[in-house]
């Protein structure tokens, strides 16, 4: 067991959750709120539906990554959910708390429009905390590359790590939600104001 499959509460973004149906885990990215309450985000394709098909509404998102009654922590809904930009959210079920901060990393800031050039850390569930340099933006897709100078074994991202959040480095800012990775040293992500937008969600 690693320390992101440990059970946290108050939940903070870079731990592991799964949906129970899924049964594939991923990372728990950000909180955002609405006026019916408080949402976790995470990728689509971890909350929902792995093969991006319609999403199911009502189930259960579990952290840590067991379905058990005590790991229930959230439901997805219809309302909160896009498969063509990967991201979704599930709402925290009656006296879950949550905190504004990544495990690894801290409390967060202000969300932030991305820049090339800039750097940014995330913390997932399967490589933990890593961080990268923003090489390229394609509308609301983001590039995300190690560093040229790191280790060639450097691992940015792997699997498991789907809907972490990246934050830049030197403000702790939310950047953008992980979507995935091409090599164990590129990762793409969707900006974060693009991913709250389409989930009609307001930063926590």
């Known amino acids: ?41 995470s990728a689509y394709h971890v909350l929902c539906n792995s093969n991006f098909a319609p999403i199911t509404a009502g189930e259960t998102i579990c952290q840590p990554i067991a ?22 959210a599930a709402q925290l079920s009656p006296g879950i708390a949550c905190i504004n901060a990544q495990l690894g990393l801290g409390p967060v800031t202000a969300t932030k429009a991305p820049a090339v050039g800039m750097r940014v850390a995330k913390s997932g569930f399967a490589t933990g905390v890593t961080e990268g340099l923003i ?30 959040l990246w934050i830049e480095q030197s403000t702790r800012a939310p950047i953008a939600l992980h979507r995935g990775h091409s090599s164990p040293r590129r990762a793409d992500a969707l900006n974060i104001l693009t991913a709250l937008a389409a989930l009609g969600l307001n930063p926590l």
């Open 1 to 41: 067991m690693n320390n992101a499959d440990l059970p946290y509460r108050p939940l903070l973004g870079g731990v592991g959750l799964f949906n129970a149906r899924i049964a594939e885990p991923g990372t728990l990215g950000y909180f955002g709120r609405d006026l019916t309450g408080t949402w976790l985000i």
């Open 67 to 88: 379905d058990i009654p005590t790991n229930r922590v959230a439901t997805t809904s219809i309302t909160k959910a896009n498969p063509l930009l990967d991201c979704a």
């Open 135 to 164: 090489t390229l933006i394609n509308g609301d897709t983001i590039r995300i590359e190690a560093d040229s100078g790191f280790d060639d074994d450097y691992v940015l991202s792997a699997a498991g790590d789907s809907g972490s």
